[in-house]
């Protein structure tokens, strides 16, 4: 050990001998031009700066964000502080919307050539930017074709990183103490500070929206809630048939939920789409449809008063535990009588809707457009009205009703005439898909046929 130190102590007396010997040389003029000065002892390692997100202004966020998350099999996302987006890995593409206020069109460089600009810029003023190449980035198969604001990457020294730019010259437009953008003269750059932190909220109607902080969900518009712990099990619909003395059919029906394993009831339900409780009631023939809201009682069960004809049902029902994720649950009945010739009549209130339907293959998201006119005029519809807080409410299922899909537009707010689905289809067969629109408080109901294959 002796030894060990005495090297060690020898080393150091040499060290100070030469930086000693180094000032003294200095200040009596010994390195005369033309003689290389000495750098530093050991060389400055550049800061490293990880990619963080390309920020886009775009017409409809919302879209844009859904579009993304089927291409890039991405989680949307709620970045507090710095907007709404997608999330593949630890790389983000997040969305401004555009306001009226902005220049229709702006000339801007591709956003990959953008992407190489602000490396090469970093890399001359002693940063170590990663990736080198946007081909390397995991977003790269799914960059949007959209105006962007600026491309950002986080670095764990902020303030290092901002003092060695400032030293080569670059000063910045605006710092938050967060966030630092600068002007790269081939666009604007944001460099963040390292604060990624778990993602322990979410949007109980669209799961796959999360943040790490509480906030409203982009999708549907509803509070971002405490992701709840998981729980083994299905969520269980009890059924008692209601009967009208001396009429066929049914009075109603009332429904009682109960929990995963313990088998409790539920009584505390968040309202989605401005009802507790959205039940469809679809025929085992698929002629009778109706979507109908049970009211819960002060035992917490629910009582639909809503007749049902005689027949085969499948219900439906479709909630959100308040501390569980958004349920759809089925349960069949088999209502006694005399059986009518009864359907449900479509009810258009004077709206034609047209569909056209696309990539109906199984397991992979359909695209559906619905464009409404006018049954008289054969206008276009720009006057729709939110029905139960949504543009528009469709459900699909198969012919053996063993699927059903609840599903809401991919516009967060539109009057028409197109409205579009983007839902997924499970698996290939028949189906059969009902869409409902409101207009002039009347609410439309159209039954559209679809063949999915494989």
């Known amino acids: 050990m002796k030894g060990a130190c005495d ?31 000495p750098g530093p002892p050991f060389p400055l390692q550049a800061a490293i700066v990880r990619f963080h997100h390309i920020h886009y202004r775009v017409g409809d966020p919302a879209a844009a964000m859904n579009a993304l998350a089927r291409k890039l099999e991405a989680v949307r996302v709620i970045v507090p502080g710095l907007g709404v987006g997608v999330r593949a890995g ?35 003023r002693g940063l170590s930017p990663a990736p080198r190449e946007a081909a390397r980035l995991r977003v790269s198969a799914a960059l949007p074709e959209a105006r962007y604001d600026h491309i950002a990457f986080v670095v764990d020294d902020l303030p290092g990183a901002v003092q060695a730019l400032s030293s080569a010259g670059a000063q910045p437009l605006r710092d938050s103490g967060e966030a630092v953008m600068f002007e790269t003269g081939s ?39 405490p992701i709840p712990p998981p729980k083994i099990g299905e969520y269980k619909l009890d059924v008692a ?42 025929s085992r023939d698929l002629e009778y449809f109706a979507h109908v809201h049970p009211e819960q009682t002060d035992a917490g069960s629910f009582v639909l008063r809503h007749p049902v004809p005689p027949g085969e049902f499948m219900l439906i029902a479709d909630f959100l535990p308040s501390h569980g994720t958004s349920q759809m649950v089925q ?4 209502v006694g009588g005399t059986r009518a010739q009864e359907a449900s009549p479509e009810s258009s209130h004077g709206l034609q809707i047209r569909l056209e339907a696309r990539d109906l293959t199984a397991g992979k998201p359909a695209e559906l457009i619905f464009t409404v006119t006018d049954a008289l005029t054969g206008v276009p519809v720009t006057d729709l009205e939110p029905y139960l807080g949504a543009p528009a409410h469709m459900l699909i299922v198969r012919r053996d009703l063993a699927d059903a899909v609840h599903g809401h537009p991919e516009e967060t707010s539109t009057g028409g005439p197109t409205i579009s689905f983007h839902p997924l289809l499970p698996a290939a067969g028949d189906y059969k898909l009902w869409i409902q629109v409101q207009r002039a408080g009347q609410v439309a109901t159209k039954a559209f046929a679809l063949s999915v294959t494989r």
């Open 241 to 282: 048939q209601m009967r009208d003395r001396g009429r066929s059919g049914l009075a109603g029906l009332q429904l009682t939920v109960r929990e995963p394993g313990t088998n409790a009831l539920v009584t505390s339900f968040a309202t989605v789409h401005e009802k507790l409780f959205h039940l469809f009631i679809v």
């Open 187 to 225: 666009g604007l750059l944001e460099l963040l500070r390292d604060t990624d932190r778990p993602e322990t909220f979410w949007c109980p109607m669209h799961p796959d929206v999360r943040s790490a902080d509480e906030g409203k969900c982009p999708a549907c518009g509803m509070s971002l809630v």
């Open 331 to 334: 349960k069949a009945i088999m």
């Open 7 to 37: 090297r060690l102590a020898g080393m150091a007396g040499r060290r100070g001998s030469v930086l000693l010997w180094a000032a003294l040389a200095g200040s009596a003029g010994l390195f005369a031009s033309g003689v290389p000065r």
């Open 90 to 124: 630890s790389e983000y593409l997040l969305f401004d919307r555009l306001e009226e206020s902005d220049p229709v069109e702006v000339s801007q460089p591709p956003v990959t050539s953008a992407y190489a600009a602000a490396v090469e810029w970093m890399t001359a």
